[in-house]
């Protein structure tokens, strides 16, 4: 099967199921298995290359196979501060952002 890239992070997300305490070895051997040719590079949201751990609101995916190459951020909803959970510290946040506290929208 070759590789297909989409271009939204819904169908990225929606295709390989990536939620909260979603482990990076999973994506990849989901996304191997659909294409075993596939090229995958994930990174923080620094840019630094992430190869264990889980995901977190702020990663990327980059996925190509030698022709093309796509790029996929990563949004777990819910995941208000991007450490990968979703808490209390998420729903102070929120509650911070509807007082005024804070702008999530920076």
């Known amino acids: 099967?070759?590789?297909?890239?989409?271009?939204?992070?819904?169908?990225?997300?929606?295709?390989?199921?990536?939620?909260?305490?979603?482990?990076?070895?999973?994506?990849?051997?989901?996304?191997?298995?659909?294409?075993?040719?596939?090229?995958?590079?994930?990174?923080?949201?620094?840019?630094?290359?992430?190869?264990?751990g889980s995901f977190v609101t702020g990663d990327v995916v980059v996925i190509g196979n030698g022709k093309e190459e796509e790029s996929f951020g990563i949004v777990i909803y819910g995941d208000v501060n991007g450490d990968g959970k979703i808490d209390k510290d998420d729903c102070l946040g929120i509650l911070r952002h509807l007082k005024g506290y804070t702008n999530l929208n920076k």
């Open 1 to 52: 099967i070759p590789l297909r890239l989409v271009g939204s992070e819904m169908c990225i997300r929606d295709r390989f199921g990536i939620g909260e305490n979603t482990s990076i070895s999973s994506l990849i051997n989901n996304i191997k298995k659909t294409s075993g040719y596939a090229r995958i590079n994930i990174k923080d949201s620094k840019g630094n290359n992430k190869t264990s």
